[in-house]
């Protein structure tokens, strides 16, 4: 394929939030009534679709942005602590951005958080940095179409969740999705991704980018 824009998601995906994340939950958990979870059921929670979640957790819709708002501020003071999901991916994003794609991020989270991380890890490789809302990526998908003059088929999204796989095949972008993040891989593979990797290199080998010097598992 043909690809000129690489976009990523940031939590389970660049960033490993899931331990501050549960932390946060687990202190937000009494004040909107939800029930607290174990790492154990977390682990459970990882083979439902975001959808499924909310349901299994009895969590009210209309709390849910409020909730994220909270849940955002308390990760915007505690970033410090959240490290890559894989040690490699800023040699990984590097060679990506230099060999001539166009590189950014969409996500559910704040773009404050994400630029705090992206500042703190000294990483300045990326073009834009979209919240994507509660509505889903495809509106945004559809603004980095219109200001980089790209087709559907000139964009790869790389994700970790169900809901970037269903957000990518609604745009009809392909999506590269990480075995690593908030879904477990047997889940993702149901829901047809074009590609699932369990190491950032094989990011390079599907952009067609040789990458020869950067080796290890992470």
């Known amino acids: 394929m043909n690809y000129k824009c690489v976009i ?7 960033a490993d939030t ?9 202190e937000i958990a009494d004040k909107y009534k939800i029930k607290k979870i174990s790492l154990e ?15 299994h957790l009895n969590i009210k819709k209309r709390n849910i942005p409020g909730m994220m708002r909270k849940g955002r501020r308390r990760l915007h003071a505690s970033i410090e602590e959240v490290k890559w999901c894989r040690e490699k991916w800023p040699r990984i994003i590097r060679e ?20 705090k ?15 994507s809302g509660l509505s889903g990526k495809e509106r945004k998908i559809k603004k ?16 970790d969740e169900i809901r970037d796989i269903k957000s990518s095949h609604n745009m009809k972008v392909h999506i590269a999705s990480v075995d690593w993040g908030y879904n477990t891989r047997e889940s993702l593979e149901r829901n047809n991704p074009d590609y699932i990797i369990e190491n950032p290199k094989e990011l390079l080998e599907i952009l067609g980018i040789n ?7 992470n």
């Open 8 to 14: 990523f998601d940031f939590d389970g995906t660049l």
């Open 18 to 26: 899931e331990k501050v994340n549960f932390r946060i939950f687990q």
């Open 41 to 55: 059921e977390m682990k459970k929670l990882k083979k439902l679709s975001a959808l499924e979640i909310i349901d």
């Open 96 to 115: 990506i951005k230099e060999s001539g794609y166009t590189v950014g991020i969409i996500t559910s989270n704040s773009k404050k958080n994400v630029r």
């Open 117 to 131: 991380f992206l500042k703190n890890k000294d990483v300045n490789y990326f073009e834009f940095v979209y919240n």
């Open 144 to 159: 980095v179409m219109r200001k980089w003059k790209l087709s559907n088929e000139e964009i790869l999204y790389v994700g």
């Open 211 to 217: 990458g020869a010097d950067i080796i290890g598992k």
